[in-house]
């Protein structure tokens, strides 16, 4: 963190006379809240590729997503992902605003600009119902300047399915795999590739799939090795973590 | 049921007068639960290859198992299966009557005797620490009759040891699958098979295995459909089950 | 796996030079898939008097389901069995496509054909409100070409009503014991037949019937043996694995 | 509440001057609580052939229990009942004091005398393994002065060994049906007989018993009415609660 | 059970020839579960002061419960319980039968009768918000001949309330306890009284109520003895076996 | 306590015959429930800058608050609070008597009236949606007169936007900390401040925050000392807990 | 925070060349850490008559702990709270410092000097199984310097023990209800008197109280007003808190 | 993947006559399954720095485990990982082959070989006692042929501490947060650093923490994107995760 030396800048200054221990004062009392603003911004810059920001639809009345869509479209913001928004909200913003959505993943995209498509993330689902969930990662992943492979209803209980896309899989950087039910689908492709896997349990299911509940814990439980988890349908954070991971740097 | 011609032959029997009403009323009272015992035993002549009778040997003491064994033995019966017991009741009950155990899976058999070798039942793992709870639903299974193959070790976290025994999976009539952790394997197996597949979840595992609620859970919402579950680490269930079906004369 | 028989003719091929090692290199691609799928086949010609092919109809419109069944229909399928359809989706269909259907039990059946009626599979209910999910058991059972019997409304709470029914009971080939609230039906059964049988509980109840998860755990620790569990409200899954089973070649 | 006219006296000697103001007070400040301690005695009166007092053995040490049961002792009670004891505070206590006891049952009886046998409790259990809850609740009843019918391993898998004792059920005045795994029992009495029904789900079994959470959730989930139902393993409060029926005196 | 006489009188017609044996076969046949039935009638009998049938209204049409009572009508029942019926189910039926009827407990009462008014049941709740489960305990009590006494929102949160009504609770043959959030409502109570408590938890609450969850977790563990629980929001359950205990003979 | 000093001059009245003893009796009996009374009077002066009534909405009908808080509002009450009220319930209210309302709590105040606003109470949140949730507390201690200062989305996932606000955290009294999701702000909160933290888990989330159990946890574990927690979504709760300790004396 | 002028003073003494910019940035770095332990400091200073630092025992070496203590001690510190100590490391301590101790609580306190004691903390228990826990409380509260009432066994379901002991009750200025099974003493206290309570959970019980859910659900569940809960068994936390809210000034 | 070349050229060989048709046949069964392990290899020696091969210590004996080991040796294998390995088997161990090892983390490494250093793997915790988990992460991580930073009890109760540490946080590849008790580490870390992280629950703690799940809930419903999860004590696959991304390469 350079901000070290612009204390030590500051600092020089006040020996210098050049400005007063108060308004030292005043500088250092933000300056650590900038700093940790500043991390942020770091993120944000590995990140450029992609929009920057993300609004939580959810709770939020379609005036008060415009208002912050428009505040931060104004400080040059585009490609704003905007998540968990339902299709009234969507409906209301699309006549005000520049907006691409994709109604069944409850995604929109304000001021949407084609993005660069980096790396390789596969998303890949146990059946069509996990589809709205995956879309949220891909869309996500995508907003974010990721290239995304989509491998939908390759559930292990036909597991040929899955064994036919070994080449999309084994190139992957990082692969998303979404399911319900038995949520058996991120163990089996844990074990078949050497990339990050992430899994997103969906609430697909009834009786004892308990909302998302059985195919969390089977996630949870994988016995292949490289596999993390995320909430229940949290498509969202699925993608925008593996675009995390696609984008990093290699090692020097 | 043949035994309603036994109450006819008694009533019969109380028109020709050799009995009284009273006598027969005697018989009869006993009857309906004869009749009921006697379903038991047109099963167990169903499966007379085997052992007809089980103890349960949890919160039995070793004493009262021999008690039982010995009045069942009286009686004509081997190869007797007393599931759940400890160590130290084998090292008592081997003393006293002719016993057969695997300390392993908390079985023994008393009064051994070499039985048919019926069908073909495959009992699969998914891992090494599932062996004991397998090996309770591969004796038990032997036990009454049944040919068993054990593959072990075949979950799916490396789904090339499942696929590499596809034909002994494909030939059977059974297949019983027990898995901890996310107890992916049965629906795997579910989806290659057409023959029953019986899941039994273990308690292998730590943390959210919750002692084995996941893999159970995961097993009751299979994607694939021909698949039933027992209880968790019920080995002897799935066995008994298995040779049921196993077993089962064709349709006429 | 007679299909190994395939590749060696595929090989005799190469080695006559009827067919170049790059052509053969692309039948050899698809083969393991195929052979999967033969197994499947396999499956299907078992059970080749009913329906060989379901829809989960749940998350799929009726536009799409139409689509699956006429194309499905297209290459001989009849008996196409729909599971979870609702009302709205049935209103559609009936317009477009031969159906027959059940509302109660959400199941449709496109392209209805006379099935043979094989063996004797029994469902019991313990009330009436378990009857929809009964009735996917029955339904789905019938349409795969076995003989249904149903026994309604037999609960434990007055067992005389199971008992009055011995006879049905005991020459099932297999039992689908389907109860909600306390689920005890499935053990008390299980006690009684000799043959297999299957515990759907259901959802039928209120308070801490937990939306089924205490018929859940009920039938799991069935001390009956002989008896395995399906999902809650998995009335298809259980006719899916009872037609199995009834169905079931005899020993040699 | 007679205590009134108690009280209606003391004022009555305040009037006539035989007790001071001061002294009235200090005697109506304990009045309520010996009023409230009243209805106690009101109730340990009709339980009269039985202890008066019950001492909670877990947590207490051995020394504690007999100073309690000496000083109770020292004011004339006999048949004082102590649960869930361990042996070596049994081991202790016989050395110092008059003192029966069930080991099975951690149940313990200082200075034991003859009772009464009022009326018929029936305890029954589904298995051998319930015994030990299904002790300390006869005992209880028993030491409270009732006379207690035991139904020991008549559970539901096998119905035809409850149904052959339908006579002692029928004539019993409250039953206290004790089961863990499924807890069917309960169910299938409570449709049987036409008294109150006390079930005390138990803590055997294992996988999904969860402890006894399966026979608690089956046994409040009864479809037969009449039953109700007490903590697992609460052999106890069963004993105690059936005594407090059995021993009501009729509407007049 | 006097049914023994009957066969016996069966067996001395056949031994008389005023009845064949295969008549007489088919007579056994039923005879058993007449005699259940019996047991049943017997217990009718001895609540013969109110309705002897229920009706478990949910999950029934209004044509299906009208079609029932009026079976039951024309064999002289009368005061014919429904439990859970919706309004708008009432609303037909009211056209179509004499109806009496609790909107706010989901009862109606078909063709009411005067009944007899015996003994003292008093239904105590925590709060007004559990007067809908109360109501349906009282007025199935009131139904099944029973005088009933309600104590309404007399919860611990002011204990005061309760204290200023202990004498109706402590006249009482049987108290109906019904709360729901912490339910401390049944031990407070049961640390009262000297009858049995009957602790009802009803899902009023809201967060870690966990809709009734709390409630009965506390009642199952209620310090008092003499409390025992049914199932979450079962007023009916509470009142049927209240009237159980309240109308109990006294020992001979 | 002082009404031993009323008894003592009743005590003294029936000495000198100023009172029979019949009434004093009568007398008695109500004394204890009215010094129980008077504690909550008591009570309720140390709260006297605020409302000293509060009325739970959920349940009642609009006519029954209305009556409820005539009755009050007859008798000299003002700023009555009604907590979880209905849109629908304030539509008809407000036309009915004097009344603000914030429709986002749930919450509103008859016959308002301005109050002293003592000490300082710090509403804090962990995002916008529990706003909601935080209104409730933060009105509820306005109303008993409390000075509140809200610190809205300081969530911990952005731990600047909580340090850049330690001034007014710092300075707290007492702090409510309201989260859904991971509910972490409790614990950060009280690892800052030196005053008792309330936390108020709330139902904001989605799949495995299981609408308040993952915050309620979270805020049950907190490794900060100083920390307790309220029901989910209880706002009213901590406001009036909060109100209680923020109006404490200091120790003499 | 007076911690600004020490800052301001730092500025100063680089304007007037006294300290280096490089090391006054050295002290910086440090500081804003430094003012944030002076919060704590603060609040120590509050609590001065007691001990100002407390070390979690559990999962520390007796060696560690031994270290810990002694450079606290070495600077000064006194009083020092040890909490989750086990014996074996009470034996060890005790031969190396000097040490007071609670072995029941597992408490340790070092270097123990007289306190002051302040206010009225009452720790009231359900029952004396609950002992451990409330002393764990209790200690904790009168280390840091509060003066504690301690009214054991005086649980819910003998409500007189309660009230007759209102006086210590109603003159606490925080009361800290300890009970397990139901719990519901918390409710009880929470409806007598007018100061904030603390819900402390235990582990007792058995059976469904779930090892304190049962208690903690029932805490949360409050009907009364002025209650909160802290984690299952957690005495230390609730004294702890006590003694937070026991020693805050009054309003000004 | 290469090996369609290898196919090819068997087939080449086929089509000359070097090698016979079923030959190749028995070939072709193989080669899918040595491309499946091919895949496995491929990711090992993307990971060529660390070790290729991880053993489960826990359920096999010590024998077992140098069985393996050896076995592995003897292909030239180092660096071997053994999780989940008890003190007795170290002792065994130890004495047989060189073998390094971490005691606390239940950790061993067999024919240890020094290592590279690769990039920058921080592993933090919120408390001493979740050292033992983080020394599983970190040693795995290391063995892997990571760099590993570890900042131990930075818990968010003093938030300070990881505040102070953020030069470290900013510069990680991949943060660990390994955290017991509410488990927030994850939520904090997560929103100040632009790196994966992998939180780890504990099951440190105590009552409401229910052995992990507290903390689990919290990873998961963090509000900071970015963050995944393993399962609760899940060290050794979050340090395996950790490395699979920390020595990705980079985009090109």
Redesign the interface.
């Known amino acids: 963190?350079d901000h070290?030396y612009d204390?030590?800048q500051l600092?020089?200054q006040?020996?210098n006379?050049e400005i007063t221990?108060?308004d030292?004062?005043l500088d250092?009392?933000i300056a650590?809240?900038e700093d940790?603003?500043y991390?942020?911004v770091?993120?944000?810059r590995?990140v450029r590729q992609g929009s920057s920001e993300?609004i939580f639809g959810?709770?939020?009345t379609a005036q008060q997503i415009q208002g912050i869509v428009k505040s931060m479209h104004a400080k040059g913001s585009q490609n704003i992902l905007i998540t968990r928004i339902s299709n009234d909200k969507i409906d209301y913003l699309e006549k005000e605003i520049d907006l691409d959505y994709r109604r069944n993943a409850h995604l929109a995209i304000a001021y949407p600009k084609e993005t660069t498509s980096?790396?390789n993330i596969v998303v890949a689902t146990?059946?069509?119902?996990d589809m709205n969930v995956a879309e949220e990662a891909a869309v996500t992943a995508e907003v974010l300047g990721n290239h995304v492979t989509r491998l939908y209803d390759v559930?292990?209980?036909?597991?040929?399915r899955l064994?036919?896309n070994?080449?999309p899989l084994?190139s992957a950087?990082v692969v998303i795999a979404v399911a319900g039910?038995?949520?058996?689908l991120a163990?089996?492709v844990?074990?078949?590739?050497?990339?990050?896997v992430?899994g997103v349990?969906t609430?697909?299911?009834?009786?004892?799939?308990?909302e998302?509940?059985?195919?969390?814990?089977?996630?949870?439980?994988?016995?292949?090795?490289?596999?993390?988890?995320?909430?229940?349908?949290?498509g969202?954070?699925?993608g925008?973590?593996a675009s995390?991971?696609?984008?990093?740097?290699?090692?020097k």
């Open positions: 963190m070290k204390i030590l600092l020089e006040v020996k006379g221990p108060e030292a004062l250092l009392k650590p809240f940790l603003g991390a942020k770091d993120y944000h590995s993300v959810q709770g939020k980096l790396g146990g059946g069509t119902s559930g292990v209980a036909g597991i040929h064994l036919s070994l080449e084994m950087r039910m038995e949520g058996a163990s089996v844990g074990g078949l590739v050497d990339c990050p992430i349990p609430s697909v299911g009834y009786g004892a799939s308990f998302g509940v059985s195919a969390l814990l089977s996630m949870l439980n994988s016995c292949a090795s490289g596999v993390s988890v995320v909430n229940i349908d949290n969202f954070g699925a925008y973590l995390r991971i696609n984008q990093m740097e290699g090692l």
